[in-house]
Every structure is written in C-alpha cells, then in structure tokens.
C-alpha cells in the first residue's frame, strides 16, 4: 500500500487549505484513512479519522473547523481545513489501517502546513 498526500502550503490565519491522501495498492474491505499531524517539538496527534462507512473522528481542537471526506470508491481521502489558526502549523501525515488476520498500517509522507500572516 502506498499513500500519495499533497495539498499543503503557507496561509494566513483565518483561510482555507485542502488535503488530499490517495491510496494505492491492495486495501483491505475494513479500514479507517484519517490524517495526523506533528508540530515542530510535539508529538504526533491524531486530527482526523474515518471509516468506510463514514464513521469519523476528530480531535477536540479541530472540531467545528475541519471537514474529513472520503471518494466513493473510497480511496482517497480529504480534509478540508477552514478558520486556520497558528497552532495548526505542522507536518500532516495520511494514514490508512486495514484488517486481515491483524491491523497493518502505513503512512504518507507527509505535507507542511503553515499557518502565518
């Protein structure tokens, strides 16, 4: 499975951006894509996650803001992000878990979001 993410760039506070994550390869029926993110010193947080079935989750400091979406054939996944502020500025990594005898999981590379007037 590879993850192809993009869609990352400099915006001032207050606008808009939208990432894309598409997968490749041999998916699993039951998986969740979701997007992470790591600031410059912090841990990698999770922002985003959802299903195949379009069950989501969302951490608490993007509520209201952040929209994750999947296609119909479910291979890529969207986050639109709106009313950024300063402290989203970090590296967005797409993720996709998938089950078979077990959980596998892989990641994208990774986009820079920056967040600056």
């Known amino acids: 499975v590879q993850l192809q993410a993009s869609g990352g760039g400099l915006v001032q506070p207050g606008g808009s951006l939208r990432l894309s994550c598409a997968a490749s390869g041999s998916i699993f029926r039951t998986n969740v894509m979701g997007w992470y993110r790591q600031a410059p010193g912090k841990q990698r947080e999770m922002v985003s996650t959802?299903?195949?079935?379009?069950?989501?989750t969302y951490a608490d400091s993007v509520k209201g803001r952040f929209a994750i979406s999947r296609d119909n054939a479910g291979n890529t996944v969207y986050l639109q992000m709106n009313s950024l502020k300063p402290e989203d500025t970090a590296v967005y990594y797409c993720n996709l878990r998938h089950l078979l005898d077990r959980w596998y999981e892989y990641w994208g590379q990774g986009t820079l979001v920056t967040v600056s007037s």
């Open positions: 959802i299903t195949m079935v379009g069950g989501t």
